[in-house]
């Protein structure tokens, strides 16, 4: 089995690779083709991924290289991570929404629209490649925005599932919270990419017993540390929201925080630095603890689990994606991508059955869709009236003078990525 990662040269990866040598029976990869065009950090990190494998008795072959061509070659999945303009654009998409007194963070808001008008057009080009070279290949979406940029690969008729760690880094806080193992707790999960929020907390599957409000009560106040919401509003909502839902909850209270610190790409881009400088040391053999600040915790068994399914071995049956809605949730349109738990096989993702939702969440689920239907069309065709009418329907904007500052922004902050401007 060959997979290849693009975007190879991340700092996340030894997290990816320490995972496919943990569950090698799960993924029996005989070979790993990590393709950057950074040729200084690939190397780094070319070289901690093969001492990790060694390390672990894993007999797969890592390779490494800058041509996309050459790397995706024979591949039988394709994991996307990439960061269109590095940390350096994460640090203005953190930053310059302040100015219009809207939250500045990469995936959510107008740092995610500009991430996203980055993004999908390099994402595509790279998906038509992987096209020509094995038509049979899956791909597999890290790459944030992850529902946008799903719905963007999906509408290009390319075999695509995105991915994220919110909802397996809630069943893994879970499960411990609850003294169960991991494969016991089932979320009944609902919304799109980081817009989320956990309905139930089903233990042995599906039509499991729902054990949230115990959990609720037992353990509400960690639950609540954990997504810096005040516990009253997890007790009156009765559900979990991801933690990106502060950003709606707490708006104006994020964007006074943010105004007062250094932002969060300027935490990572020094943790980043110091990574590659371990990932150097030729007797590193195992990922570094400093990886877990990093940030995608439980990303690599995210990604073992996703690709074993869909290539056809023993992957979990349930797994939360991002993929079509196709009728699950009515109130959207079914080619809307929603993250959702999902029967996942070699034939794709086939969302499970939804509950009703809450008006109070599918008045947000529906807003925000409305948001990513202009933020894919921004994307594809350009234009700064595509740009504005995009940020005009964000919930976190919605005010003409705010979006008409916030596009102005964007395009001087992305000139060199727009081939529009």
Not at 115 to 130: C, G, M, S, W, Y
Not at 178 to 197: F, I, K, Q, R, Y
Request: glycine share 10%; with cysteine; charged share 25%.
């Amino acid at each position: 089995m060959k997979l290849a990662v693009v975007g190879g040269g991340s700092t996340y990866t030894p997290e990816l690779i320490d995972g496919f040598a943990r569950l090698r029976d799960t993924l029996p990869i005989t070979e790993l083709v990590l393709v950057d065009p950074a040729a200084e950090r690939l190397e780094l990190v070319g070289g901690l991924a093969r001492r990790i494998f060694a390390r672990q008795d894993h007999d797969g072959k890592i390779v490494t290289t800058g041509d996309l061509d050459a790397g995706v070659e024979g591949a039988d999945a394709v994991l996307l991570q990439l960061r269109i303009g590095g940390q350096a654009a994460r640090e203005q998409d953190e930053t310059w929404p302040l100015e219009c007194g809207c939250v500045g963070q990469e995936t959510t808001g107008a740092g995610g629209l500009a991430k996203a008008l980055r993004t999908v057009p390099v994402v595509l080009d790279i998906a038509e490649r992987v096209r020509r070279a094995n038509p049979d290949a899956w791909i597999i979406d890290f790459t944030n925005p992850v529902g946008i940029v799903t719905r963007a690969l999906l509408q290009a008729g390319h075999k695509a599932v995105g991915l994220c760690n919110v909802a397996i880094g809630l069943q893994r806080k879970f499960a411990g919270l609850l003294g169960v193992a991991p494969s016991e707790v089932h979320l009944d999960h609902v919304g799109l990419n980081h817009l989320t929020w956990e309905r139930a907390v089903r233990l042995g599957g599906p039509e499991g017993e729902n054990v949230l409000p115990r959990l609720l009560a037992e353990h509400g106040d960690a639950v609540a540390d954990d997504l810096r919401l005040p516990r009253p509003v997890l007790d009156r909502l009765g559900v979990v929201p991801s933690y990106y839902l502060r950003y709606f909850y707490a708006h104006d209270e994020v964007v006074r925080e943010l105004g007062t610190k250094p932002s969060r790409a300027a935490e990572v881009a020094a943790m980043e630095r110091e990574l590659l400088e371990m990932y150097g040391d030729p007797a590193l053999d195992e990922k570094p603890a400093l990886l877990a600040k990093r940030g995608g915790a439980f990303y690599s068994e995210a990604a073992v689990d996703l690709a074993a399914s869909l290539l056809g071995g023993g992957g979990s049956p349930y797994q939360v994606v991002n993929t079509y809605n196709n009728g699950t949730l009515p109130f959207l349109p079914d080619d809307a991508v929603i993250e959702t738990q999902a029967s996942v096989g070699s034939g794709g993702a086939v969302p499970l059955p939804v509950a009703p939702v809450d008006p109070l969440y599918a008045g947000l689920i529906a807003h925000v869709t409305a948001y990513e239907d202009l933020a894919l069309e921004a994307a594809l065709r350009g234009g700064r009236d595509r740009v504005f009418k995009a940020l005009l329907a964000h919930p976190l904007v919605g005010q003409y003078d705010r979006a008409d500052g916030l596009t102005d922004r964007l395009i001087a902050h992305n000139r060199e990525h727009l081939a529009w401007v």
